[in-house]
């Protein structure tokens, strides 16, 4: 189990999480970032307890794909995965793109986008010729990060200088200068934010075919990783807000926890946390990268596709890795990285993410009643609450999201849809006429 959490925990890189996300929470929800952390980290953990269920019974290497698939049927299978397709342009980018903010804080001359394509070329070069490599260089990278995210926790709240009573009364800045009172607006639109935080958890699922009793042990590394990921996330959001030497000050930075460094650990010392916020940050944009190929290539294999693009995902070079697959996806990030603003590519990850978590959220209940019966080998205590709160939490997280992510996203559902039902069911169902006709040809 300890391989498969560590796969976790690398994936939702506590420092890549506190320090992408801590900005645009700041900005929508000002001190609330807080209480928008603690919503989310409900909401994670009810997830987790979804994913832990699901996942002992549906344990394969489509994670979260072939549990919908599975619970929901496939066209809401198929939503799932074109999602999470998406989700693969779009994550690293926005992680990268953190990245070259955080060091444009350090050198303004080194411009963000571009930096940001350099290293995405990087990552998509270890992860075509360079595999073995790419798995030391992360596996490096992350003892950085942990003691990175660690230190900057102990040096903020040495270095603290409000009460706690600064995080529980909400307040945020308006366009005058002003200190006001955080609504619940601005709280709930924060919420998503930072379940792109606390989002990973899952990641053990993807790895049930190289898992020893997948059933019993996956269930329990989701678990373990998601508390490890609420507790130092929620740690690392408190000690920074109460360091915080101006809140106004904070919400106009472009990398607000630079400036809360710097006011703690002086120059230097805040240069060396943040050289290790951006290691960790391209750690977590090479193991998504990985990641994300693997789903791209199960896609393919499960002919998903027409023939031509079920052959380019699912082509391999000769270090036996979805070569088009990491190239697609290197394309497709750089061009974020260049033309996107690091909010947009956030909030955008943001609605994705919690509409996958709608679907699993929403298997878990409906599998459950439709299965009493079934073998679970992990079953969520106090069912039906946590999806139950999963669902709740996050259908009012995004009725206060953007109108532009909450369209992007709808026309990805219906793309996938049009697509299932023009295209890919009768493909299926004419692979099955025809598969029955044979069998009857042969009984005969």
């Known amino acids: 189990m300890k391989q498969v959490v560590a796969i976790a925990i690398a994936a939702i890189s506590p420092t890549t999480s506190v320090f992408l996300v801590y ?15 603690v919503i989310g980290a409900c909401i994670a953990i009810s997830m987790a307890f979804c994913y ?9 290497a489509g994670g979260a794909y072939t549990i919908v698939r599975r619970a929901l049927g496939k066209p809401f299978g198929f939503i799932a995965a074109l999602l999470f397709l998406v989700l693969g342009v779009v994550v690293t980018a926005s992680i990268l793109v953190s990245s070259a903010t955080y060091l444009n804080s350090l050198v303004p001359q080194i411009p963000v986008n571009w930096a940001a394509v350099v290293m995405m070329g990087i990552v998509t070069w270890f992860s075509l010729e360079r595999i073995g490599a790419a798995s030391w260089v992360a596996m490096a990278m992350l003892i950085i990060e942990l003691a990175v995210i660690f230190a900057f926790i102990v040096i903020t709240f040495v270095g603290a200088r409000h009460s706690v009573s600064f995080i529980f009364h909400p ?16 709280l709930l639109a924060a919420v998503v934010p930072a379940l792109f935080a606390f989002n990973g958890y899952d990641w053990p ?35 920074s807000t109460l360091a915080m ?29 943040i050289i290790g916020v951006v290691i960790a940050m391209f750690d977590t944009g090479l193991s998504g990268n990985l990641a994300y190929a693997r789903i791209y290539l199960d896609t393919a294999r499960q002919d998903n596709w027409p023939g031509p693009i079920n052959r380019f995902f699912g082509s391999m070079n000769r270090h036996n890795v979805p070569k088009w697959g990491f190239v697609f996806l290197g394309i497709g990030n750089a061009i974020l990285c260049y033309f996107t603003s690091l909010n947009n590519l956030i909030t955008f990850t943001g609605v994705i993410i919690v509409v996958i978590y709608l679907l699993i959220a929403t298997s878990a209940l409906i599998h459950r009643y439709k299965n009493r019966s079934a073998d679970r080998p992990f079953r969520m205590p106090l069912w ?58 042969i009984r005969h």
């Open 384 to 441: 039906p609450i946590p999806p139950v709160i999963a669902i709740i939490g996050v259908i009012l997280a995004l009725t206060q999201q953007g109108l532009g992510d909450l369209l992007k996203t709808a026309i990805i559902i219906a793309i996938a849809v049009i697509y299932w039902f023009a295209y890919l069911r009768l493909k299926k169902d004419g692979v099955a006429s025809t598969t029955d006709k044979t069998a009857t040809v």
């Open 171 to 186: 307040t945020t800045v308006n366009a005058q200068g002003h200190l006001i009172n955080t609504g619940m607006a601005g």
């Open 245 to 273: 030497p101006s809140l106004s000050e904070a919400m106009k930075s472009s990398a607000p926890l630079t400036y809360i460094a710097q006011s703690s650990a002086g120059h230097i010392g805040a240069t060396i946390l």
């Open 23 to 37: 900005g645009e929470g700041l900005s929508s929800a000002g001190t609330g970032v807080f209480w928008a952390f």
């Open 52 to 60: 832990a269920e699901l996942g002992s019974v549906f344990p394969g």
């Open 205 to 239: 699922l993807y790895f049930a075919e190289e898992t020893h009793e997948p059933k019993r042990v996956l269930p329990r590394a989701v678990m373990v990783a998601v508390i490890a990921s609420v507790v130092t996330e929620l740690l690392g959001v408190i000690s």
